[in-house]
Nanobody, 115 residues
């Protein structure tokens, strides 16, 4: 059974930092492309950052220079380090694992950036 579980969300002040974690089980983790998406109230879900099996990364323009995605294949975990957070980063953050026709989502973790 495949499980994708996010953690690390919470309330943070503008300018602060958070690190999200996503642990996946039941898959050959190293083969998968991992990504973080987010969905703010009333908006569509959008890609935040992705990392492929070779370690190549891509980021949304709005988070470049502030967020860093990384993976630890030994721990079956992908991370999203978020620095210099802004109120517009407030959203539910979702982890996605994808390999060919296999696509899995976590349940999401809430991030609120507010003073």
């Amino acid at each position: 059974q495949v499980q994708v579980v996010e953690s690390g969300g919470g309330l943070v002040q503008p300018g602060g930092s958070l690190r999200l974690s996503c642990a996946a089980s039941g898959i050959t983790f190293s083969r998968y492309t991992l990504a973080w998406y987010r969905q703010a109230p009333g908006k569509q879900r959008e890609l935040v950052a992705g990392i492929n099996s070779g370690g190549g990364t891509n980021y949304a323009e709005s988070v470049k220079g502030r967020f860093t995605i990384s993976r630890d294949n030994a721990k079956n975990t992908v991370y999203l380090q978020m620095n210099s957070l802004k109120p517009e980063d407030t959203a539910v953050y979702y982890c996605n694992a994808n390999f060919i026709f296999n696509n899995y989502w976590g349940q999401g973790t809430q991030v609120i950036v507010s003073s």
